[in-house]
Structures are given as C-alpha cells and as structure tokens.
C-alpha cells in the first residue's frame, strides 16, 4: 500500500500561482510513475500531469505551459507548480504513485478510472 499526502492546495485569484506538495511513503523504487489528478464536482477524475520511471513527463492540454510537475526521489515528494491559473482549474487535486510499466502518456490517461491507492487530496480554488 502507498500512503501519499498532498498539501498546498488553497484559494487564489485567476492569474495567480499555487504549489501543490505530495508526500509518499511505502513505495518501490523501481519501475515507479508518479501523476497529478483532479476531480470538480459533477465531472470525472482526469489527469492533469505525469511523469514516469524514465523521466518522461506529460500534461493534460488544457494545462499545457502553465503546468510543471517535478519530483524529488530523496524525499519522495512528488510536487505540481501551478501558473496562470484559470477558473476551471478548481477543482480536489490528487496524486498517484504506482510501480507500473505504463509510460506517462498511458499513466495520465488510465491512472483515474483505477481505484488503486490515492490520497486524500487538495482543494484548490480560483476566484475572478
């Protein structure tokens, strides 16, 4: 079982930036992709970025360029740097990480409809 906590989350205006933090315990060290979801009320989870065991990274088109996600394997935090920020961009931000063959491409795009382990998420909010 992977344990992750996410933190950041927050309100802020459009335009504004939000770092989003995820710590993970439990996990293998190889083999391994780690992702960004989020999930606004009345829509399915989707995914918003990834990035897999070969370094290889991937972002959701409508966050392309506002978007970085990043990871530090010392610490085992996975961390999401949110610009620009839009409106409907609010939404409970989760994160994944899983020992996996999938690439960051297949990881971004199946990653949300499996149940799997997730954290509890958090909530980012952007106001006019």
């Known amino acids: 079982q992977v344990l992750l906590l996410e933190s950041g989350g927050g309100s802020v205006q459009a335009g504004g930036s939000l770092r989003l933090s995820c710590k993970f315990a439990g996990f293998p060290k190889d083999s391994w992709s780690t992702g960004w979801f989020r999930k606004a009320p009345g829509k399915e989870r989707e995914g918003v970025a990834a990035?897999?065991?070969?370094?290889?990274?991937r972002y959701a088109d409508s966050v392309k360029d506002r978007f970085t996600i990043s990871r530090d394997s010392t610490t085992n935090t996975v961390y999401l740097q949110m610009n620009n920020l839009k409106l409907e961009d609010t939404a409970m931000y989760l994160c994944?990480?899983?020992?996996?063959?999938?690439?960051?491409?297949?990881?971004?795009?199946?990653?949300?409809?499996?149940?799997?382990?997730w954290g509890r998420g958090t909530q980012v909010t952007v106001s006019s």
């Open positions: 994944a990480a899983d020992r996996t063959t999938m690439g960051a491409v297949e990881y971004l795009r199946l990653r949300p409809s499996i149940e799997g382990d």
């Open positions: 990035n897999d065991s070969d370094g290889r990274l």
